[in-house]
């Protein structure tokens, strides 16, 4: 066995597609006990390209590698986020980064939202607990382009009050008039004075919805979708308008490991942005 | 039709050559002083031909683990300055596999496929291209339990460089060593390893006779174990998904992963880290995983997609036998029966179809 000498590292797919990138992080916000927003800058400031909804594999050198959604949306290409919750051992590490840092970054994998077909009409997204993240590069896209767009209605649940993330978007939003814009929480505390109840209490806040002209992009945990994808169809929207975003163990992100299949399906790559009609076959994916 | 045929010392001679110019891998019979008989093979290197058994029964695991190893390194990194640089790690050993049965070389063009699939894995392409594959034909079934025949993998459909064919002693006594093979190329590389190595012969119209007579031989050898044709298990599968038979079944599943582990067709893989003592340096390195193994659909937080026995056996066999061959068009299960044999359940594969079968 050789070692072969990459041409120009570090180098992605031409020599190996499992050699990440090295990014930079710019700056590092504490969201909550458990959860902080890295901006990361790749290489030579050059554009992530992604498309929203879709995710990278971060990795720390020694450490690992875990799949995180990318937070920001593409209409800001000098720059993109990442929302990390510490749940393990690799997002611990991350967790430690602090601005300069360097941090492996492959990607954009998956497939996301297809903003084309967004285009121009209303837009609801339903977004639970750390699903706000890849909802957020949906949502600051919509509002980075906002005369393409119709509505936009935007549902937001947390677990509890002390579990909110961007808490500085959401103040912004609430005031924005290009976003109607509700938020719940599933337990009050003491100071809580909005909403209480799990995000599906939040829809008869919105307005009629015109059936045919809204498109619908849940995201939050497996327990959430079916709720929603309820609430959803009983305002008769047709579930050719509604997409959701899953969550999978992945390795790879590139269709081989096998960790993320649902049914037939690789996450990673035909996901994790999937058509409501397309999920309804996998009987895997909401089990 | 045969390009050659060629004696059993042509052919020694022909894969002494090979062995000059690349790592030679092929059956051998294991008497190594834990085992104890029926003696079993197992792939590994040789020096030479005549250590090699191309009668053999089966092979414990099928050639895979030469072509997709079991831990492999996918680069190197230094962390510098704050940074850190990578170096890919790409085997361009060449190697020959000899004696590679016809199941095997079915799920070799299931890996094939797999790995080349956009964006291909340089990894395993680095190996596959630099190995050459001779495969030999089963005359008859290697062992009981074998349901090949059922999936048409007890015939090769490519994924070789040359094929032999047993054209003598083999079919009428068993274990005994063929002295001439009828060869069929696979690939040009194949065709000038016969040619330039100037053994064999054109095969004369008695050859011709004495190959289509082994062809018809073998149609009748091969029993057939499933009640469904291996065409219409995936709308078998189809209708049973809610089957109480996947908890019945998988009661007895011990979540081993051993059917994972000599599955030939099987390349689900994970990835970890290693470091130097210092911290300063290591290798992202992959091993084999089993989509039987408790963890192997946990995500971080706890939530495991698959965490009943019973998810992830009707995982495996759904995987096996219908959405590997809708997604790809190829054999998801070659029908090796390995599986099989190496449950610690005694979980079998061809009872659960033909289970199934009577259910419906």
Not at chain 2, 278 to 307: I, K
Request: glycine share 8%; hydrophobic share 35%.
């Amino acid at each position: 066995m050789t070692v072969l000498e990459a041409a120009s590292p570090p180098a992605h797919a031409g020599d190996s597609t499992y050699i990440p990138l090295a990014g930079m992080v710019r700056r590092v916000t504490k969201l909550t006990a458990l959860e902080q927003l890295f901006e990361i800058r790749l290489p030579n400031g050059r554009p992530l390209g992604h498309s929203p909804g879709q995710f990278v594999q971060v990795s720390i050198m020694g450490v690992g590698e875990c799949p995180i959604s990318i937070a920001s949306s593409p209409t800001r290409p000098d720059s993109f986020d990442l929302c990390v919750r510490r749940v393990g051992e690799v997002t611990g590490f991350i967790h430690r980064l602090r601005p300069g840092d360097t941090v492996g970054i492959r990607g954009p994998l998956g497939h996301g939202f297809d903003v084309d077909e967004l285009h121009g009409r209303d837009v609801l997204i339903v977004a639970g607990g750390l699903g706000l993240a890849p909802a957020r590069s949906v949502i600051q896209y919509i509002l980075d382009e906002r005369p393409r767009f119709g509505q936009f209605h935007l549902l937001y649940g947390a677990r509890e009050p002390a579990e909110l993330l961007f808490r500085d978007d959401l103040t912004r939003w609430r005031q924005s008039p290009d976003v109607n814009f509700h938020l719940t929480v599933d337990r009050a505390d003491e100071q809580w004075r909005g909403h209480t109840g799990v995000v599906t209490t939040l829809f008869h806040r919105l307005p009629r919805l015109d059936p045919d002209n809204t498109m619908v992009a849940i995201i939050g945990p497996p327990i959430m979708f079916k709720f929603v994808v309820l609430e959803v169809l009983a305002r008769r929207i047709p579930q050719k308008n509604v997409f959701c975003s899953l969550e999978r163990r992945m390795k790879c992100g590139v269709g081989k490991c096998g960790h993320c299949q649902a049914n037939n399906v690789y996450v990673c790559t035909e996901g994790p942005v999937f058509r409501y009609g397309q999920l309804k076959a996998l009987r895997e994916a909401l089990e | 039709m045969l390009d050659r045929v060629i004696s059993r010392d042509d052919l020694h001679a022909l894969i002494d050559g090979l062995a000059l110019q690349r790592r030679l891998i092929g059956p051998v019979v294991r008497k190594a002083p834990e085992c104890r008989p029926p003696w079993r093979y197992f792939y590994q290197p040789v020096d030479r031909a005549e250590q090699l058994d191309l009668s053999f029964s089966y092979c414990v695991y099928s050639p895979k683990p030469f072509l997709f190893p079991p831990q492999e390194t996918l680069f190197q990194f230094e962390r510098v300055d704050g940074g850190f640089t990578a170096r890919p790690q790409l085997a361009d050993r060449p190697t020959a596999l000899v004696g590679v049965h016809p199941c095997d070389l079915n799920a070799i063009q299931l890996l094939d496929h797999v790995f080349s699939a956009a964006p291909a894995d340089r990894h395993y392409r680095a190996r596959r291209d630099n190995t050459f594959i001779v495969g030999v034909d089963c005359a008859r079934p290697c062992t009981d339990g074998v349901f090949c025949a059922d999936l048409d993998s007890h015939e090769a459909h490519g994924g070789f460089d040359v094929m032999l064919y047993p054209l003598d002693g083999d079919a009428e006594s068993a274990g005994t060593t063929p002295g001439r093979y009828g060869v069929v190329f696979g690939s040009r590389a194949g065709g000038e390893w016969v040619r330039y190595g100037r053994r064999g012969e054109v095969p004369t119209a008695a050859d011709e006779r004495t190959f289509d007579r082994y062809q018809r031989q073998k149609r009748t050898a091969f029993p057939h174990a499933l009640k469904t044709p291996a065409d219409e298990l995936p709308q078998l599968l189809e209708r049973s998904y809610d089957s109480l038979l996947w908890e019945a079944t998988a009661r007895r599943c011990y979540s081993c992963g051993s059917c994972n582990l000599v599955c030939p067709t099987c390349y689900c893989f994970d990835i970890k880290d290693q470091t130097t003592l210092g911290g300063d340096g290591g290798q992202r390195r992959r091993q084999w995983d089993g989509c039987q193994l408790r963890g192997f659909a946990q995500v971080a937080g706890g939530h495991n997609f698959r965490s009943r026995p019973a998810a992830r056996l009707r995982h495996r066999i759904y995987r096996k036998a219908k959405w590997i061959r809708e997604r790809t068009g190829l054999r998801g299960c070659v029908g090796c029966a390995r599986c099989d044999r190496a449950c610690t359940a005694r979980i079998n594969t061809v009872e659960i179809y033909n289970q199934l079968t009577e259910e419906v």
